[in-house]
């Protein structure tokens, strides 16, 4: 009897391990595609010029970012496909020398197509020279697992200003801070 009560011990605790190690093992090997590395191949609009990697510190927090030269309106698109579980982390900002100048910001959007449809996912006004609770990174998180496993073009856009605000894009230096799908 108690041969086999540690016999039936030893097993419950190996089968606990396995599950445990299962469960977790993303931890440990987790999936990312950093979408800073990704930028060549990134369809690039209106122009590939208005785009470069830059080391980026925003209120003494450096990341490594895809800084935008002040222009109307721009577009980043990259063609993924979406692991399980999958996330897009990134930052939003203005660069510094923007706090202090005058604008009126920049208006942040991602969007998922997967070629039917389009899906806005994310929007935020970012305006430092106005909002000082602006003059930092604002992290956004989003939850991309009702794609997973498709190929769809995720969309990064800026517009120089808020929509029936005209169009004025002085000091619109934004910035997409470490921007990386990862699994959870």
């Known amino acids: 009897m108690k041969a086999n009560r540690t016999t039936l011990t030893i097993v419950v605790?190996?089968?606990?391990?396995?599950?445990?190690?299962?469960?977790?093992?993303?931890?440990?090997?987790?999936?990312?595609?950093?979408?800073?590395?990704?930028?060549?191949?990134?369809?690039?609009?209106?122009?590939?010029?208005?785009f470069a990697v830059t080391e980026a510190t925003l209120k003494g927090e450096a990341k490594r970012a895809i800084a935008i030269a002040p222009t109307t309106g721009t577009r980043l698109t990259y063609s993924v496909t979406l692991p399980d579980d999958g996330w897009l982390w990134v930052w939003v900002g203005l660069k510094p020398e923007a706090w202090e100048k005058p604008g009126d910001g920049v208006k942040f959007h991602v969007g998922v197509s997967d070629g039917r449809a389009y899906e806005q996912l994310f929007t935020q006004h970012v305006d430092p020279f106005n909002n000082q609770s602006d003059r930092r990174w604002t992290p956004v998180k989003i939850d991309l697992s009702a794609y997973a496993g498709e190929q769809?073009?995720?969309?990064?856009?800026?517009?120089?200003?808020?929509?029936?605000?005209?169009?004025?894009?002085?000091?619109?230096?934004?910035?997409?801070?470490?921007p990386e799908i990862v699994v959870r």
Request: net charge negative; no cysteine.
């Open 152 to 178: 769809v073009s995720l969309i990064f856009n800026t517009n120089s200003s808020e929509p029936g605000k005209g169009d004025n894009h002085d000091n619109d230096h934004a910035l997409w801070g470490a």
């Open 13 to 50: 605790v190996l089968l606990l391990l396995v599950v445990g190690w299962w469960l977790f093992r993303r931890d440990g090997v987790a999936q990312s595609i950093d979408l800073v590395a990704q930028l060549e191949s990134a369809k690039k609009q209106p122009s590939a010029d208005l």
